[in-house]
């Protein structure tokens, strides 16, 4: 239960607006930056095209399952709502991307908005705007996207309760988080930090022993109990896929992947705002007790996954930066909060001079992306540059569906390559939307086994590893191809050189 004195902290030190009319103008700054963010997006939409990964989850979502190879179900069964309403287009999963993506940051804002007020709202929302990873990296949905969606809406049913002591919402927490699991496994960090939490403050120890605690365990269980009975039936695949992932081979030399995954974060969300809000969290550590308040529990939930995965490093796991994005996601909040206050100080020159900095890094960081595209200079694979990955690709399956034609080549059920990310985009931007089929890991091939691939069905596209092509044809499905045509287009990250290939008619 919550005393009196504690659901004094949890509570909004501005009386909450009457009416539609009083929220917009209290909080018309927010509606402005969600609306120039939407605009934006929009915009960056008409050039790029969805990433790979994206599509991954379009592809899966056509064939809706209670689980998949990597990962749990939430993005593809999102995604089919999209595309049931909107229809199977690049528009469609633009459209379910910026939707998503905005129902984060205006949910997280109105957080802040409840937590502290108004202007450290304002304040938590151009932190994130501020950052590759929350502004020009939302223009994907895949499954970290209903992951923070359902980690900030656990945050809201945790202040709700401290506010209100009713522990019954501990029940609807743990369906939150549950929900959250079945986007991704690392919603468990939400109940870790909750369970650090209640360690490190005194007077939540006690919340060991409240039924309602455990209940709402049992919850977050029924809920994510769907993905549980899909692995039982299917060799647990995407648990020990996970578990892979998570061992993999230690980094050489020694503290590499450390180096990677904190460089890494420190470039997705902000050089600037990173370093001042770690610097702003490490202040309240060394200086103040924690609390039953909303900024010691937002540190101590901010700074789990962190402390989580930064110690995996060490031993060298694959370093993805993306694994920090929770923490940041709550620690903006708490920064927010911080900025606010300085400015209420009349420290306004030092807040508006960082929010300027990493707004000015970012697009510095923009500009070189951008300049990169058209012709590029950083040292990195064809196969592992983003910009590519999202560039000229329309054109570039016309072009290819234009030599299949003059060839009277019918229009291919299945499309196989190495890489995947190759096969996405033609899945997607072909008119007939054929599955793909991966030589690179056979476990995705769930709707393209390979006795399905036929002289009559199939096209073979590569652009790095044609090398390999015959040879991969010959080992994995037992075939040979011939080459039918290429397709050329585009400058540079643009710039696509597809050699085309089919089974050859003499069969297997």
Known sequence: MVNPTSAKNWISPQPPPAGAAGYFIRYRWLVLVLAAHALGMSLLNRVISPHPDYIDHWIQSRYLSLGYYEHPPMAPWIIRGFTTLLGSSETALESAALIMNLAILALAAALAARLFGALAALFTLLFYESTLYFSLGSDMLQIDQPLMLAWVGGLWVYAAWRKSGRDS????????AGLGALSKYTMILFYLGLGVYFILCRPLRSQWRNPWQYLGGLAAMAAVSPVIYWNATHDWVSFRFQLAKGQSAAAIPPGKHLLEFTLGYLLLFSLVLALWVLVVAAGRLRREKLGDNPRSWLLVMGLTPLVLFTLAMIQGPFPDPKWANLTFLTLFILLGDHAARMWRVGRTRLVGGMLALAFALQLGLGGVLALHARHPFLPVKPSLDPARQILGWEETVRAAEQVLAAKQIPPPRYV???????AAQFALHMTHQPLTHSFERDPRNLWSPPQNLTPDNTLLVCEEEC??????????LGVEIIRVGEAETGQGAAHHHIQLYRISPRGK
Do not use: E, Q
């Not at 919402?169 to 939150?176: E, F, K």
């Not at 090398?467 to 994995?476: E, M, N, P, Q, T």
């Open 467 to 476: 090398g390999d092509l015959k040879y991969l044809a010959r080992v994995k």
């Open 169 to 176: 919402l501990l029940v609807g927490m743990g369906l939150v």
């Open 416 to 422: 196989a390559s190495f890489f995947y990310p190759l």
